[in-house]
């Protein structure tokens, strides 16, 4: 059978659109029902989450120490990759480099065929969703068979994921009864969670114990041992890891970190951050191979897709720092009232907003940026402690920057209109003359209460909800002019 | 395998053009070093406080929890499988067999294969440390504790702790483990659970839906 | 003290009252005014947007008016936040050692309004009277640039006959966020409409915040909805109930 390329499988990978922000999340605001499920998802994630962080008294000390522990890593990121490699290859794993998407399928496919498997079972990874794994296995004969109860919802439901943490968080149990109802061909299924969580236990429980092949990302990837870490709630994690022949993880380069131990740190942000608990049900660490315990054959395929010309980008390298606890999802308010879709990439929220446009070296996903208030909410819960705020103004910066260079950029309304006012900030006379014009020009507009109720152009953005009220017929600095300066220059003389 | 060498020299290539000048082995180690670790290391608990809080935990998540002394272990065990409505349970190679009660099967799990262990009533093992912060068992492959497998398939765990095993704080499991941070190890911190369904926790998705864990007193 | 105005863009040319409301109680408090003619704008929205080079000049021309103040108090922490949390990157961005020089000997002497008041003066009572239904906002910046904590709420419980409430969810934005409102009016809306509810849910008659950014935005849908709620910048009220006072 010929071997389908994955660039002819039609999905974007870390994108699946390419709708402007606004735009996206003008559809997804008019969906009651979606988010009404992500306020509540988020909202019960973010008060258990206040809890158990605000029980430790050393919980500022774990965020700094991890931010650093990242940071460092970072800065020398080959170095760990390279020791992780050492490590991992002399414990019986094998190593694979993937420059990119492309390359990470085409490696995985191969080892997958290697074994002649025609399916294979996976845990949750959105780093197989911003590869497009699943589409490419399927193209070319193979079924993955999610266990992830989230991804089996999404999978089963033909959807996307919302939230990397909690990704079918968009659907509510209705929903997902008639998901299973449908696929697992079970038309009596009770609606309670209880039910629909049996009827997933029953329908996997056949498929770990006879399928060979797995995959899975990973949370950490430890360079003193050249071992994993893989963080979960279910269990599906479990059998995946220790049940099949052989195991296939595909991870971010970003991943790494130094030793075993520093998960003293992020074994504790991680679970309080994600999903609010004080640890989550299972960890499982373990290094390449051992005989008698979990797979044959255990491969590790380490994905740059994009990040390592983030590292060059000394502002935006922390960006890298990530964990993936979507605490700052849960925290964003912008998040709050769209959901995940509406960011249209795997990556979603406030770390969605950056990584998502960098992974693309800033070609695609240019409004997600500016998909934010810039309210600070992201970076209080950042658990490795990632400035989100200071890297979307940077990154606001390049696209202005680059907009610019461009002739449509540089003569589009904003730029001008930007460029304008920087020309009257610069100076108070010029100022107080706008103020002036304004407070004259203004009167076409205001209405006879006072208000203005209709502006023009972008601006209408402003007053299709909002009124305006009228400016005051004399601003500060003419009353101080007025009332105050005279008597000044009489101190001043007197 | 030229294809692969190619990758690997692209990927890093890339990298370490975006990082610049690199850094001696020696200046990364010592950097690392220099990391500030101001959190919580060390426990402030007495033994009875760290008992009892590990206790709470295990109890919220409906794990069952019992105590005995050293010398009355197989006494508990016993105890626990009748109100379990046990006949036996599989056990890892190097349990100690002072520990198994008469009158009851125990089947030696090793080399037991996933159907044949999921026909099994349970585990029964020990632990090569506990959490009481966070309820947590930590299980490695070793004596007395088993490949992965032992812990994951069987429907019930009962576990035994003894009192010197359980530390308060992460870090110092992490000190404990440090030695043998290469074996696979598994923390368990309650039964499964997941709240993807309308943020609803459910337990007992997979893995052991029952768990009992024996504090053992000196 | 000698105490250095700086208005701020927006309010000079839309809520000139709060101006004049902090000069009356520092008047009051026995301080003297001034009122550096030559002010313009913090460079703030410059710099948000990504008008970062743009923003250079704004701030040079800030620091160059302020320089041998010996304080500088601003109504509005999010211009405040922009100094503390941005200043010096942009200088350094432009490469101007001297400007980072300045913008670092400039910084501890800056303050917003409340924060000058308490922190700084140890003033919590400034002798208003405001019989009125309060409910307080609280900015963004104000909570994590500033973190002003409880200082409004300290002040506010010292106005002799207002009646505070407290507003629920408190931490979420109100979805001004500056340009934030024109590129993504719809999600700022749907912002906006949560955080009115929390402030018809309280009662008040007045919401009350330290930045007039925010409660423009609250205003504007407050007016439009015809809920006859009222916002008026903290400096309003604790000017209130003198002799000479005006609202």
């Given at each position: 059978?010929?071997?389908?390329q994955?660039s002819?499988?039609?999905?974007?990978?870390?994108r699946?659109?390419?709708?402007?922000f606004?735009?996206?999340?003008?559809?997804?605001?008019?969906d009651?029902?979606t988010?009404?499920?992500v306020?509540?998802?988020?909202?019960?994630?973010?008060?258990?989450?206040?809890?158990?962080?605000?029980?430790?008294?050393?919980?500022?000390d774990?965020?700094?120490?991890?931010?650093q522990v990242?940071?460092?890593?970072?800065?020398h990121?080959?170095y760990?990759?390279?020791?992780f490699e050492?490590?991992c290859?002399?414990?019986g794993?094998?190593?694979?480099w993937?420059s990119d998407a492309?390359?990470?399928n085409?490696?995985i496919?191969?080892l997958?065929r290697?074994?002649?498997?025609?399916?294979v079972i996976?845990?949750k990874?959105?780093?197989?969703e911003?590869?497009?794994l699943?589409?490419t296995?399927?193209?070319?004969?193979?079924?993955?068979?999610?266990t992830?109860?989230?991804?089996?919802?999404?999978?089963?439901?033909?959807?996307r994921?919302?939230?990397?943490?909690?990704?079918?968080?968009?659907k509510?149990?209705?929903?997902?009864?008639?998901i299973?109802?449908?696929?697992m061909?079970?038309?009596?299924?009770?609606?309670?969670?209880?039910d629909l969580?049996?009827?997933?236990?029953t329908?996997?429980?056949?498929k770990?114990?006879?399928?060979?092949v797995?995959?899975s990302?990973?949370?950490f990837l430890?360079?003193?041992?050249g071992?994993?870490?893989?963080?979960?709630?279910?269990?599906?994690?479990?059998?995946c890891?220790?049940?099949?022949?052989?195991?296939i993880?595909v991870v971010?380069?970003?991943k790494?970190?130094p030793?075993f131990?520093d998960l003293d740190i992020?074994l504790?942000?991680?679970?309080?951050?994600a999903t609010?608990?004080r640890?989550n049900?299972?960890?499982?660490t373990w290094t390449?191979?051992?005989?008698?315990?979990?797979?044959?054959?255990?491969h590790v395929?380490l994905l740059?897709n994009?990040?390592?010309p983030?590292?060059a980008d000394?502002?935006a390298?922390?960006t890298?720092?990530?964990?993936?606890c979507a605490?700052?999802?849960n925290?964003?308010?912008?998040?709050?009232q769209?959901g995940?879709?509406?960011?249209?990439?795997?990556?979603?929220?406030?770390i969605g907003?950056?990584l998502?446009?960098?992974?693309?070296s800033m070609?695609?996903?240019?409004?997600?940026?500016?998909?934010s208030?810039?309210?600070?909410?992201?970076?209080e819960?950042?658990p490795?402690?990632?400035?989100?705020p200071?890297?979307?103004?940077?990154?606001?910066?390049?696209?202005?920057?680059?907009?610019?260079a461009t002739?449509?950029?540089?003569f589009s309304?904003?730029?001008?209109g930007?460029?304008?006012?920087?020309f009257l900030?610069?100076?108070a006379?010029?100022?107080?003359?706008?103020?002036?014009l304004?407070?004259?020009?203004?009167k076409?507009?205001?209405?006879?209460?006072g208000?203005?109720?209709?502006?023009p152009g972008m601006l209408?953005?402003?007053?299709?909800?909002?009124d305006?009220?009228?400016?005051?017929?004399?601003?500060?600095r003419d009353w101080?002019?007025k009332?105050?300066a005279p008597?000044?220059?009489?101190?001043?003389?007197? | 395998?030229?294809?692969?060498?190619?990758?690997r020299s692209?990927?890093?290539?890339?990298?370490?053009?975006?990082?610049g000048?690199?850094?001696?082995p020696?200046?990364?180690?010592?950097?690392y070093?220099?990391i500030?670790?101001?959190?919580?290391?060390?426990?402030?608990?007495?033994?009875d406080?760290?008992?009892?809080?590990?206790?709470d935990r295990l109890?919220e998540?409906?794990?069952g929890v019992y105590?005995?002394s050293?010398s009355r272990?197989?006494?508990?065990?016993?105890?626990?499988?009748?109100?379990r409505?046990?006949?036996?349970?599989a056990?890892?190679a190097g349990?100690?067999?002072?520990?198994l009660p008469?009158g009851?099967?125990?089947t030696d799990?090793?080399?037991?294969?996933?159907?044949e262990?999921?026909?099994?009533?349970g585990?029964?093992?020990s632990?090569?440390?506990?959490?009481?912060?966070?309820?947590?068992l930590?299980l490695?492959?070793?004596?007395?504790?088993?490949?992965?497998?032992?812990?994951?398939?069987?429907d019930?765990?009962?576990c035994?702790v003894?009192?010197?095993q359980v530390v308060?704080?992460?870090p110092?499991?992490?000190?404990?483990?440090?030695?043998?941070?290469?074996?696979?190890?598994t923390?368990i911190?309650?039964?499964s659970?997941t709240a993807d369904i309308e943020?609803?926790r459910i337990?007992?998705?997979?893995?052991?839906?029952?768990?009992?864990?024996?504090?053992v007193?000196a | 003290m000698?105490?250095s105005?700086?208005?701020?863009?927006?309010?000079?040319?839309?809520f000139p009252e709060?101006?004049?409301?902090?000069?009356?109680?520092?008047e009051?408090?026995?301080?003297t005014?001034?009122?550096p003619?030559?002010?313009?704008?913090?460079?703030?929205m410059?710099?948000?947007?990504?008008?970062?080079?743009?923003?250079?000049?704004?701030?040079?021309h800030f620091v160059?008016?302020?320089?041998?103040a010996?304080?500088?108090?601003?109504p509005?922490?999010?211009?405040?936040s922009?100094?503390?949390?941005?200043?010096?990157k942009?200088?350094?961005?432009?490469g101007?050692?001297?400007?980072?020089?300045?913008v670092?000997?400039?910084?501890?002497?800056?303050f917003?309004?409340?924060?000058?008041?308490v922190?700084?003066?140890g003033?919590e009572?400034?002798?208003?009277?405001?019989?009125?239904k309060?409910?307080?906002h609280?900015?963004c910046?104000?909570?994590?640039?500033?973190?002003?904590?409880d200082?409004?709420?300290?002040?506010?419980?010292?106005?002799?006959?207002?009646d505070?409430q407290?507003?629920?969810?408190?931490q979420?934005?109100?979805?001004?966020g500056?340009?934030?409102?024109?590129?993504?009016a719809?999600?700022?809306?749907?912002?906006?409409?949560?955080?009115?509810?929390?402030?018809?849910?309280t009662?008040?008659e007045?919401?009350?915040a330290?930045d007039?950014?925010?409660?423009?935005?609250l205003?504007g849908?407050?007016?439009?909805?015809?809920?006859?709620?009222?916002?008026a910048?903290?400096a309003?009220i604790l000017?209130s109930?003198?002799?000479?006072?005006?609202?």
């Amino acid at each position: 059978m010929r071997e389908v390329q994955v660039s002819e499988v039609p999905v974007q990978h870390t994108r699946w659109n390419t709708h402007d922000f606004p735009d996206a999340a003008k559809v997804l605001l008019e969906d009651s029902q979606t988010r009404k499920n992500v306020q509540h998802a988020t909202n019960v994630i973010q008060g258990k989450r206040n809890k158990v962080t605000a029980e430790l008294p050393d919980w500022e000390d774990l965020r700094e120490a991890g931010a650093q522990v990242k940071a460092h890593t970072l800065r020398h990121l080959d170095y760990y990759l390279t020791k992780f490699e050492e490590n991992c290859t002399r414990a019986g794993g094998h190593v694979h480099w993937a420059s990119d998407a492309d390359e990470a399928n085409r490696i995985i496919l191969g080892l997958v065929r290697s074994h002649g498997a025609k399916e294979v079972i996976k845990i949750k990874t959105m780093t197989s969703e911003e590869i497009g794994l699943n589409a490419t296995l399927e193209a070319n004969g193979v079924w993955p068979v999610e266990t992830d109860l989230a991804e089996l919802i999404i999978q089963l439901g033909k959807d996307r994921p919302s939230h990397f943490v909690v990704p079918a968080l968009h659907k509510n149990k209705e929903q997902i009864r008639e998901i299973f109802q449908r696929e697992m061909n079970l038309p009596d299924l009770g609606d309670q969670p209880i039910d629909l969580a049996t009827a997933a236990r029953t329908y996997l429980r056949e498929k770990y114990m006879r399928i060979k092949v797995a995959i899975s990302g990973g949370n950490f990837l430890i360079a003193d041992t050249g071992g994993m870490c893989i963080v979960e709630s279910e269990g599906n994690g479990r059998m995946c890891l220790t049940l099949p022949d052989v195991l296939i993880s595909v991870v971010g380069i970003e991943k790494v970190i130094p030793s075993f131990r520093d998960l003293d740190i992020l074994l504790q942000t991680l679970p309080r951050s994600a999903t609010g608990e004080r640890m989550n049900p299972y960890n499982s660490t373990w290094t390449g191979v051992h005989p008698g315990d979990g797979p044959k054959e255990f491969h590790v395929v380490l994905l740059d897709n994009g990040r390592s010309p983030i590292l060059a980008d000394k502002e935006a390298r922390q960006t890298l720092q990530c964990i993936r606890c979507a605490a700052c999802l849960n925290a964003c308010p912008v998040y709050h009232q769209t959901g995940g879709h509406a960011y249209e990439s795997v990556y979603a929220g406030p770390i969605g907003a950056i990584l998502t446009p960098q992974l693309h070296s800033m070609g695609e996903g240019r409004s997600l940026p500016y998909a934010s208030s810039l309210c600070g909410a992201c970076y209080e819960v950042c658990p490795v402690k990632i400035n989100i705020p200071e890297v979307l103004i940077h990154l606001r910066g390049k696209i202005v920057r680059e907009d610019q260079a461009t002739l449509a950029g540089k003569f589009s309304l904003w730029n001008i209109g930007m460029q304008a006012a920087a020309f009257l900030f610069k100076d108070a006379g010029r100022l107080s003359m706008a103020e002036h014009l304004g407070q004259i020009g203004q009167k076409a507009l205001v209405s006879k209460n006072g208000f203005i109720e209709w502006m023009p152009g972008m601006l209408s953005g402003w007053t299709q909800t909002r009124d305006l009220k009228a400016m005051p017929e004399q601003s500060f600095r003419d009353w101080w002019a007025k009332e105050r300066a005279p008597q000044d220059k009489e101190d001043a003389h007197g | 395998m030229g294809d692969s060498n190619s990758q690997r020299s692209t990927v890093l290539a890339s990298i370490r053009m975006s990082l610049g000048a690199p850094s001696s082995p020696a200046g990364i180690e010592a950097e690392y070093a220099a990391i500030e670790r101001s959190y919580k290391c060390k426990g402030t608990l007495s033994e009875d406080a760290l008992l009892d809080l590990f206790e709470d935990r295990l109890l919220e998540y409906d794990a069952g929890v019992y105590r005995c002394s050293a010398s009355r272990i197989a006494d508990a065990v016993e105890g626990i499988l009748r109100k379990r409505r046990k006949s036996g349970l599989a056990i890892p190679a190097g349990l100690s067999r002072e520990w198994l009660p008469e009158g009851f099967g125990f089947t030696d799990a090793t080399g037991l294969d996933a159907y044949e262990l999921d026909k099994t009533e349970g585990l029964l093992s020990s632990c090569t440390v506990a959490i009481a912060e966070t309820g947590s068992l930590v299980l490695q492959n070793a004596d007395g504790q088993g490949a992965r497998i032992l812990s994951l398939v069987p429907d019930y765990h009962l576990c035994v702790v003894t009192a010197s095993q359980v530390v308060e704080t992460v870090p110092e499991a992490f000190e404990r483990l440090a030695k043998t941070s290469d074996l696979p190890t598994t923390f368990i911190s309650g039964p499964s659970a997941t709240a993807d369904i309308e943020m609803t926790r459910i337990k007992g998705v997979h893995g052991p839906r029952f768990l009992d864990v024996l504090l053992v007193i000196a | 003290m000698r105490v250095s105005l700086f208005i701020t863009c927006y309010n000079d040319a839309l809520f000139p009252e709060t101006g004049k409301s902090v000069v009356h109680v520092l008047e009051r408090l026995g301080h003297t005014i001034e009122f550096p003619p030559e002010q313009t704008c913090c460079g703030q929205m410059h710099w948000n947007t990504g008008y970062l080079r743009e923003a250079v000049p704004i701030i040079r021309h800030f620091v160059k008016v302020y320089q041998d103040a010996e304080a500088v108090v601003i109504p509005s922490s999010s211009c405040v936040s922009m100094m503390r949390d941005h200043y010096v990157k942009a200088a350094e961005m432009d490469g101007d050692a001297k400007l980072v020089a300045d913008v670092e000997a400039l910084l501890p002497r800056i303050f917003e309004f409340s924060e000058f008041l308490v922190r700084k003066l140890g003033v919590e009572d400034v002798g208003a009277s405001y019989p009125h239904k309060v409910t307080y906002h609280a900015s963004c910046h104000s909570m994590r640039s500033l973190h002003l904590g409880d200082i409004p709420i300290r002040l506010l419980k010292n106005v002799r006959g207002l009646d505070l409430q407290p507003i629920q969810n408190i931490q979420e934005c109100c979805g001004f966020g500056g340009t934030f409102s024109i590129k993504n009016a719809d999600v700022s809306s749907a912002m906006l409409a949560d955080k009115v509810r929390s402030v018809l849910n309280t009662g008040a008659e007045i919401c009350t915040a330290v930045d007039n950014s925010c409660l423009m935005h609250l205003y504007g849908s407050l007016h439009r909805q015809r809920t006859f709620v009222k916002t008026a910048h903290l400096a309003e009220i604790l000017a209130s109930g003198h002799v000479g006072a005006h609202l």
